[in-house]
């Protein structure tokens, strides 16, 4: 019989204890609007691997063609999340090589920005070569930009015989602009620009040999 009178006067105590509020609607929207809150918090924040990383960054705005030195480039942490694919982590690596297309100020420098294989099998396949051309026509590079789609043509063999021969021959398609080399200080010497051009192994061997004893010139797509 006891027992019987305990059990009723515990619950009324603890009924007595348990503060009013706790039991009202706005006590339960609180605890509701508390959760969400901290549901947000643990959505947002950036995990223990998103922090921050060391690349290569243009110190200032760079034209391509030319090298890299200590004084176009610096190391700057970045957010790892923010970062492109093959970026350059060492300043090292990037010392020394040439810009295959403008950076701006403050842009992170990647792998395929410089000259070498990657670039090269990003533009035009993993068999890929790079051909440096002279054109005949030294207005040409003015219009050219790297990406730019072009055919190549060749003019007659460089024989000093005068034969019967097509004026012109296609010796290649779909070739991709990689680089066109700066202006020279002279204005007279428009012959010297350089334009590198990406093509699959045997195309790029074809017009590297036609290079060599004729006159050059592109198509643009």
């Known amino acids: 019989m006891g027992d019987s009178l305990d059990a009723p006067l515990i619950g009324r105590l603890t009924q007595r204890l348990r503060p009013d509020w706790a039991r009202t609607t706005a006590a ?3 605890a509701a609007g508390l959760l969400v809150i901290f549901a947000a918090v643990v959505e947002f924040r950036p995990a223990a691997e998103d922090g921050m990383v060391d690349v290569v960054v243009a110190k200032r705005d760079l034209s391509p063609g030319s090298a890299l030195s200590v004084d176009d480039i610096a190391v700057e942490s970045r957010s790892a ?3 492109p694919d093959g970026a350059l982590h060492d300043a090292s690596g ?3 090589s040439t810009l295959a297309a403008p950076a701006r100020r403050g842009e992170v420098i990647t792998d395929v920005r410089l000259l070498g294989p990657r670039l090269t099998a990003a533009v035009a396949g993993p068999d890929a070569r790079i051909v440096p051309l002279h054109l005949a026509d030294a207005a040409l590079p003015d219009l ?3 990406g730019d789609v072009v055919d190549v043509l060749a003019g007659p063999e460089s024989t000093g015989v005068a034969t019967e021969q097509s004026p012109t021959e296609v010796i290649a398609t779909d070739a991709r602009v990689v680089l066109v080399s700066e202006r020279g200080k002279s204005a007279t010497r428009g012959d010297d620009r350089v334009v590198l051009i990406a093509l699959p ?3 790029a061997n074809t017009v590297a040999g036609a290079a060599l004893h ?3 010139t592109v198509t643009l797509h």
């Open 81 to 83: 999340p923010s970062l």
């Open 201 to 203: 192994r045997h195309s």
């Open 94 to 96: 990037a010392i020394g």
């Open 144 to 146: 050219l930009r790297s």
């Open 214 to 216: 004729r006159a050059i």
């Open 28 to 30: 339960r929207r609180v």
